[in-house]
Nanobody, 125 residues
Framework: QVQLVESGGGLVQPGDSLRLSCAASGRSVSSDTIAWFRQVPGKKREFIGVTWPTGNNVYADSVKDRFTFSKDNAKNTLYLQMTSLELGDTAVYYC???????????????????WGRGTPVTVSS
């Protein structure tokens, strides 16, 4: 059974940094596809980025120069390092995995079968 658990969200000020965690079980973050999305209530879920088993990472243009992935294979955890946070980054952040292990999926949320419960990030002055 695949389980994803996000953590690390909180209240920060504009310009701050924050690191979110996605702890996985039933999948290996070192060799599988894991994506991050975010959602503001009442709006469509927004793709942030995806890491593929090939080692390639893809980021949305809105976060490309500010957000990066890293992995702790021993903890089977994918991190989302967020810097220069903006008011518009306020959302609930989710990690997701595709139904088939290792599938190369993209920015559409329908490509992901497994989702965590999310961790909220609030950027406010």
């Amino acid at each position: 059974q695949v389980q994803l658990v996000e953590s690390g969200g909180g209240l920060v000020q504009p310009g701050d940094s924050l690191r979110l965690s996605c702890a996985a079980s039933g999948r290996s973050v070192s060799s599988d596809t894991i994506a991050w999305f975010r959602q503001v209530p009442g709006k469509k879920r927004e793709f942030i980025g995806v890491t593929w088993p090939t080692g390639n990472n893809v980021y949305a243009d809105s976060v490309k120069d500010r957000f990066t992935f890293s992995k702790d294979n021993a903890k089977n955890t994918l991190y989302l390092q967020m810097t220069s946070l903006e008011l518009g980054d306020t959302a609930v952040y989710y990690c997701a995995a595709p139904l088939r292990p290792g599938a190369i999926t993209g920015s559409e949320d329908r490509g992901y079968a497994y989702w965590g419960r999310g961790t909220p990030v609030t950027v406010s002055s």
